[in-house]
Every structure is written in C-alpha cells, then in structure tokens.
C-alpha cells in the first residue's frame, strides 16, 4: 500500500509569483485536505476536496484554490505569491468524507523570498 | 469557534521513564475525535492515537495511552517506557463528526528525551 506523497519536497519562489503543489493520495482514499504549516505553529486547514470538488474550506483568501483529479490525487495552487505565504503545506487523505483518520504527507516546504 | 490548546511548548523525559503531555479543548459540540499526532524532524506527520469521544474507555496503542475527561474538555497522552525514538513535536487535534472533516490543532509540545 502506497502512503501519501507530495512535490516537491521544497520550493524557492518570489513574492507576486504563482505556485503549483502536488499530492497523491493513499490507495482507495477519495477525500485529500490540505494544510499550511507556518514555522512553530500547528497545522491550518485550507480546503479539502472530495470527489472532485471543495468541501469545506478555512480563512484562507481566494489566491489559494485546488483541483482534485479522477484518481484523487490533488494540486494546491497559491497566486500572487505573498511573503507569509512561506510555510509548509502538508496534504492529507482518508478514506471517506465523513471521515476517518487523516494520513499525511511529508510536505512540501515553500519560501517565498 | 473550536479551539485546541497545548500549554507545554517543551518537556523532557528521560529513557525509560514517563511522561504525559496536556491537551484541553474548546466545543460546543457533543460528537467528536480528538488525535494526538506526532512530527518528527523529518516533518511527517504520524497518527500516534485517535479518541472518538463517545467512547467513555480510554485509547491504547502499544507504550501510548490517552486520559479522555470530556467534561472537563481535557485530552492528555501518556508515553510510557520513552524511547530516543520519541522525541518529536507533538500535536494534539479535534475534529467533529460530519462533512467537511477539518483538523484543528494545537501548537504542540516539544518532547526531547535524554539518556
């Protein structure tokens, strides 16, 4: 059984830049969440995506958006890249929508200079 | 608003001792899970324990307990026997039962152990 991956594992960008973040989910998963993780804090839902469509989304402003494909793996997209949008964004999945347990991925770490 | 509090930033434990970390919780609702999860340097985040909250019988895995006071909104982990292998943030995490199954977490505890 495949875990969850993401890429890249880290990413350089410039402020006002726009990004793409990717995740595959674990096998059989159909609902993938994703998180921003700024240095010293926990975790920050963002959205989540079931079946290819958002479902349920955190105060986050529009810039961020996401996609969650066929095979449920999944993109975080984040436009005009701002310098508190340095962090880690984490992805997770599970097995059903209302839930069970989230797995997560190792992350991708972004620093937006 | 549901909220989820760590109020040890750091603690330390020795090898083969015990240690609890704390976790208190802020909802007004009545069905819930609460997680304890654990982010080692590699960054990783990795389920340690899960509570559903109409359980009144305390979560174990393995060296790894739980103490569920739901009253008083209190969810604390217990590491038996610690291991170099331990050390780790530590983030304690609500969620409620329903759609839209978000993750609030706290901002975690240090846990270093010591030979």
């Known amino acids: 059984e495949t875990g969850v991956t993401q890429s890249p594992t880290h990413l350089i960008k410039t402020r006002g830049q726009q990004v793409t973040l990717r995740c595959s989910s674990q096998s059989g998963h159909n609902t993938v969440s994703w998180y921003q993780q700024a240095l010293g804090q926990g975790p920050q839902f963002i959205f989540q995506?079931?079946?290819?469509?958002?479902?349920g989304r955190g105060n986050f402003p529009p810039r961020f958006s996401g996609l969650q494909f066929p095979n449920y793996s999944s993109e975080l997209n984040v436009n005009a890249l701002e310098l508190d949008d340095s962090a880690l964004y984490l992805c997770a999945s599970s097995l059903r929508l209302i839930g069970e347990t989230q797995y997560f991925g190792p992350g991708t770490r972004l620093l937006v200079l | 608003a549901q909220t989820v509090t760590q109020s040890q930033p750091e603690m330390s434990v020795q090898e083969a001792e015990t240690v609890t970390l704390s976790c208190t919780y802020d909802?007004?609702?009545?069905?819930?899970?609460l997680f304890w999860y654990k982010q080692p340097p590699s960054r990783q985040m990795i389920l340690v324990i899960r509570q559903e909250a109409y359980k009144q019988q305390n979560a174990t895995e393995n060296r790894f307990s739980v103490n569920f006071q739901k009253a008083a909104k209190s969810f604390s982990l217990k590491i038996s026997d610690s291991q170099l292998g331990d050390a780790a943030m530590y983030f304690c995490a609500y969620r409620i039962t329903g759609t839209a199954s978000k993750l609030t977490f706290g901002t975690g505890t240090r846990l270093q152990v010591t030979l």
């Open positions: 995506y079931y079946r290819e469509e958002e479902n």
């Open positions: 909802t007004s609702e009545s069905d819930y899970y």
